[in-house]
């Protein structure tokens, strides 16, 4: 039997070897294909992701732009305010700056560091907010203004630049949030 064996297996040997090339190349071209594609599906992505990148910024871009004019406006509106009765303004001024001075505590090194100094410093800033809120009722007497209408002036001050602050910070997230989608 193995005569017989032998005298089969040079016949074989071709077949054997044509099988193992075919399956070879096939190989290698599924191999060539499935990186071709892969090429393909990357440059896909890449041109997906350099659009998402071009317009998440002209989005930013535009919101920034926006955010500016909205700034830019309620810079106007508050100047506007300001020309229009600047005495409301001060006394608007010196009353929030009284107010964040009250606001914050003394601290005991501040205390200990300076002691009778710091009392009769208290007391002559607490004088000076005093003759300033008596010059500024004065000031309003002498305009015909009352303080409620130069309050008013404040608040409305105020109001508008919260609302243009407030404005340009909603259309920046907005439109941070339609770049990310």
């Not at 002559?124 to 309050?151: F, N, T, V, Y």
Request: proline share 2%.
């Amino acid at each position: 039997m193995t005569a017989t064996s032998d005298s089969h297996e040079p016949a074989a040997r071709p077949s054997i070897r044509d099988g193992i090339d075919d399956a070879r190349i096939k190989a290698s071209d599924a191999a060539h294909a499935a990186l071709e594609r892969t090429k393909d599906g990357l440059e896909q992505a890449r041109d997906v992701v350099a659009d998402a990148y071009e317009t998440s910024r002209e989005k930013a871009a535009e919101a920034y732009a926006s955010a500016r004019e909205t700034a830019k406006a309620a810079s106007k509106t508050a100047t506007q305010s300001l020309e229009t009765n600047p005495i409301a303004a001060l006394l608007g001024g010196i009353a929030v700056g009284i107010a964040i001075g009250a606001l914050l505590p003394r601290t005991e090194r501040e205390t200990k560091t300076l002691g009778v100094v710091g009392d009769k410093l208290q007391a002559a800033a607490r004088e000076a907010a005093d003759a300033a809120k008596e010059a500024g009722r004065d000031k309003l007497a002498e305009l015909g203004l009352s303080r409620e209408q130069a309050r008013d002036t404040v608040k409305t001050l105020l109001d508008n630049v919260i609302a243009a602050a407030g404005t340009a910070g909603s259309a920046a997230l907005e439109s941070a949030r339609k770049a990310q989608k």
